[in-house]
């Protein structure tokens, strides 16, 4: 139990285009998910927390206008990158929470910007 | 805003010898979380720590939690080349919000 889809895994772009990442708990309801983002050979570092039917809370340095995020229902978040820049380039990252017990992640989207 | 630390940043061990990675936090937690990442993977889930100086074990993993709670450690036991992979510690503050330590990679060789 406690599965959570990410989709694409993977996804080249062009500068000035927006990549959207879904990310979807799979056998129960999530009302907060959370999207991180890794660079390589670093730590994982809060991005939001997306909560459901209200706007996401994002963390200190991330610009909420880039990063979109979007939780429509229980089962799915959205982060929306827009405008990408090649320094937008990094491994993205959603997890979310099945009661009283740790975090599931979903496998991760790597973003690469051309 | 919360910081948490992990040493060693890499340690690299021939398979059968023990590892240990220790994790500290600038706040005091209300639980901590272990995960393992494999390269190119993400992170899963360990186990997770509660209670002042918890103790737990999972196979050859032996979990610790500070009485402080503020520390945490992971011990293994005999490493095998299947413990391959970046061992993170995770704080809970906050709205359920996580912190995640800055990581130990370990590298097992035979």
């Known amino acids: 139990g406690a599965v959570v889809s990410q989709h694409p895994s993977w996804v080249i772009c062009k500068s000035g285009t927006s990549v959207k990442i879904e990310c979807r708990s799979l056998?129960?309801?999530?009302?907060?998910m959370f999207w991180y983002r890794q660079f390589p050979k670093q730590s994982l570092m809060l991005m939001a927390t997306?909560?459901?039917?209200?706007?996401?809370?994002?963390e200190q340095g991330v610009e909420k206008d880039k990063f979109l995020i979007n939780h429509a229902s229980l089962t799915l978040s959205t982060l929306t990158v827009t405008s990408a820049h090649p320094e937008d380039s990094s491994f993205y990252i959603c997890?979310?929470?099945?009661?009283?017990?740790?975090?599931?992640f979903g496998s991760g989207t790597r973003l690469t910007v051309v | 805003g919360q910081q948490v630390m992990q040493i060693p940043q890499y340690q690299h061990v021939q398979e059968g010898e023990d590892f240990t990675t220790y994790c500290n936090s600038s706040?005091?937690?209300?639980?901590i979380q272990w995960y393992k990442q494999r390269p190119g993977g993400h992170p899963v889930f360990l186990i997770q720590?509660?209670?002042?100086?918890e103790v737990k074990k999972q196979k050859r993993l032996t979990f610790q939690f500070g009485e402080a709670k503020k520390n945490s450690s992971l011990h293994i036991t005999a490493t095998q080349t299947t413990d391959v992979g970046t061992y993170f510690c995770?704080?809970?503050?906050?709205?359920?919000?996580?912190?995640f330590g800055t990581g130990t990679r370990l590298q097992v060789t035979l």
């Open positions: 997890s979310a929470r099945r009661g009283d017990y740790g975090y599931t």
């Open positions: 056998d129960f309801q999530a009302t907060t």
């Open positions: 706040t005091t937690l209300s639980n």
């Open positions: 995770a704080g809970a503050g906050t709205a359920s919000k996580l912190t």
């Open positions: 720590l509660v209670k002042s100086g």
């Open positions: 997306s909560n459901e039917g209200s706007k996401a809370t994002y």
